[in-house]
C-alpha cells in the first residue's frame, strides 16, 4: 500500500481549488518524494519509543478500519489542498490501543496549519506521528506523540500558525503569514 501511494503522489499531485471568483484553477505540486518509503528519523524515533518498526503489523479490525476512515474523511473534509501521502495505523499492544502515523502533502503549509488542521488533531490521540510538507516535499511540520512525551518541529516562520505549540518557545515569534 505504501509504495503504491508513493507511486501515485511521485508521478504529481493535482489540486483544483476555488478561487472565490468562480473560476477554479489547478495547482500541480512538483513530483513528491517524501520519503514514505522509510521513515524520517522523528518517525523512527517514535516507533522506537513505541517498540515498533516501519515493518510492524498494521493494525485489523473494526476499531482500527473505523480510525483509518474517521482520519481520511477529516482530510478530505480539510480541502482540496491536502493530499495523504502515507496512513499507517499501527496496533501497540491490547492494553494501550492504536497508534495512527499520517504523513500530508499541502499547497500552502501556513494556511493549511493555520485553519485546517485542527479538526484532525482529535483522531491522531496520544500515541500518534504527524508530518506534512509543503508541494516540493519540504518538511512544514513534524509532531510526534506517546504516553511519555514527544516531540515537535515546526519550519521557522510557521510556529504561530501550528495549532500544535512547543512549551518553551519565544513569546515574539513572528506572526503566521497566512491571513
Known amino acids: 500500500m505504501r509504495l503504491a501511494v508513493v507511486a501515485l503522489v511521485s508521478a504529481a499531485l493535482l489540486v483544483v481549488c476555488d478561487t472565490g471568483h468562480g473560476q477554479w484553477a489547478t495547482a500541480r505540486v512538483q513530483t513528491l518524494d517524501v520519503g514514505a518509503s522509510r521513515p524520517s ?3 523512527q524515533q517514535w516507533l522506537e519509543e513505541l ?6 503489523p498494521t493494525a485489523s479490525g473494526a476499531r482500527a478500519s473505523r480510525l483509518a476512515k474517521s482520519i481520511r474523511k477529516a482530510v478530505k473534509k480539510s480541502g482540496v489542498q491536502v493530499q495523504i501521502v502515507h496512513l499507517k495505523i499501527y496496533s501497540r499492544t491490547p492494553l494501550s490501543g492504536l497508534a495512527p502515523a499520517l504523513v500530508l502533502a499541502v499547497i500552502k503549509p501556513a494556511y493549511y496549519l493555520r485553519h485546517r488542521l485542527r479538526p484532525i488533531l482529535p483522531l491522531l490521540a496520544s500515541s500518534a506521528y504527524l508530518r506534512i510538507v ?3 516535499a519540504r518538511r512544514a511540520l513534524e509532531w510526534y506523540g506517546t504516553p511519555n512525551g514527544g516531540a515537535l518541529y515546526v519550519r521557522p516562520g510557521l510556529e504561530k500558525c501550528s495549532p500544535i505549540v512547543a512549551f518553551g518557545w519565544p513569546i515574539n515569534l513572528p506572526p503566521c503569514p497566512s491571513k
Not at 51 to 56: N, R
Open 41 to 43: 528519523a522523528m518517525e
Open 134 to 136: 509543503d508541494g516540493r
Open 51 to 56: 517498540g515498533l518498526t516501519p515493518s510492524s
